[in-house]
């Protein structure tokens, strides 16, 4: 099975791209097959983009708001 670790929306040239970074883990074992494998991807469905909107809305309203 995999398990994300992190992951983060990034904004390139105007557009989203989410970072993620998961490990691989033997589901019978518990046993790690592979840590700290990196992928991303560019943001193209709407829905998605609202929610990382929404998140980005919020630290401005709640974390950088004087």
Same mark, same amino acid.
């Given at each position: 099975?995999?398990? &994300?670790?992190?992951?983060?929306?990034?904004?390139?040239? =105007? =557009?989203d791209r989410v970072s993620f970074? $998961?490990?691989?883990?033997?589901?019978?074992? =518990?046993?790690?097959?592979?840590?700290?494998?990196?992928?991303?991807?560019?943001?193209?469905? %709407? %829905?998605?983009?609202?929610?990382?909107?929404? &998140?980005?809305? $919020? &630290?401005?309203?709640?974390?950088l708001a004087d």
């Open positions: 099975m995999k398990q &994300i670790s992190s992951f983060m929306a990034l904004n390139v040239n =105007g =557009g970074t $998961y490990d691989t883990i033997n589901d019978e074992t =518990g046993d790690m097959i592979d840590t700290n494998t990196k992928e991303s991807f560019f943001v193209v469905d %709407e %829905e998605l983009r609202s929610h990382i909107n929404a &998140i980005r809305d $919020y &630290i401005r309203q709640h974390k």
